[in-house]
């Protein structure tokens, strides 16, 4: 298995990530749990696995000073010309995660890692390389799939063969991530290095909605109920992706 990089599917990726109702989910989540921990001045803003740039484009309307690396030129170019449309600057690094060390000399007062773990081959490996790149007095912003979702959503379709096969992955040219992260898993492999400041749910019940109920809802209500039952101790971990914000150890 290798990283998934998305040189052929940047328009598709645009549609289907951020098109609709799941997109402005996502960015309100985020952007909610970072409001709350930022400080009020001009932070060293490192975006991986950037892709078309929303989060790091919201950042840098806010005054921050962004970087921004993904692999892929065609989501890096259209993440250019979404600065470019809103008149922002920030810098621009065409590389996979495992080159950023070499290429990037000071740590970050905030590094993103959003829906990257997912995609990649061996997803611990990257954890040492986040430490790295990451002020002793910085945040950590990490948001990835959440297997434990995945089976709820297996199990709620019966899809009941799929999960005794413990087949997860999306295959060919899904958007189906190849790796969904067992929370449990992942936390452990933070502990000792990491302190878990707040753990927000992406998605808590959206995606699990009937159709037409999706279709019949308004916007506004589904982020009111989303951003208020984000945290909730029972349905956070039913979050389609989860949001840690985390701090060095």
């Known amino acids: 298995m290798h990283d998934r990089h998305f040189d052929q599917l940047a328009s598709r990726f ?5 098109g609709g109702a799941k997109g402005a989910i996502r960015l309100a989540v985020l952007q909610a749990d ?12 490192l975006d991986i696995g950037a892709g078309l740039g929303h989060m790091s484009l919201w950042l840098a309307e806010h005054g921050h000073q962004v970087t921004l690396a993904e692999p892929s030129a065609p989501m890096l170019d259209g993440a250019r010309q979404r600065f470019a449309d809103a008149g922002q600057r920030a810098e621009f690094i065409q590389a996979p995660w495992q080159d950023l060390p070499g290429q990037l000399q000071q740590p970050y007062d905030l590094v993103l890692c959003h829906a990257v773990l997912e995609w990649l081959a061996e997803p611990a ?3 040492p390389v986040l430490h790295q ?9 990490l948001a990835f799939y959440n297997k434990d979702a995945l089976v709820y959503r297996n199990l709620l379709k019966g899809h009941f063969r799929k999960l005794r096969k413990a087949h997860y ?21 933070l502990d000792g290095h990491w302190h878990i400041h707040s753990q927000s749910g992406v998605r808590v019940f959206h995606d699990y909605m009937p159709v037409e109920f999706q279709q019949r809802a308004e ?8 951003l208020a039952y984000r945290r909730h101790p029972t349905f956070a971990g039913l979050g389609r992706y989860l949001h840690w914000l985390c701090r060095p150890l």
Do not use: F, H, N
Not at 14 to 18: C, G, L, M, V
Not at 39 to 45: E, F
Not at 133 to 141: E, P, V, Y
Not at 219 to 226: A, F, I, P, V, W
């Open 169 to 189: 992955a999306g295959e060919g040219q899904s958007l189906t991530p190849q790796q969904p992260l067992d929370p449990l898993e992942l936390a452990a492999l």
């Open 34 to 45: 970072l409001k709350e921990v930022l400080p009020q001045r001009p932070l060293r803003v």
């Open 133 to 141: 790149l990451t002020r002793a007095d910085g945040w950590l912003s």
């Open 14 to 18: 645009a549609e289907k990530i951020y």
């Open 219 to 226: 916007l506004l209500d589904l982020l009111e109920m989303e």
């Open 125 to 127: 490996a990257i954890l």
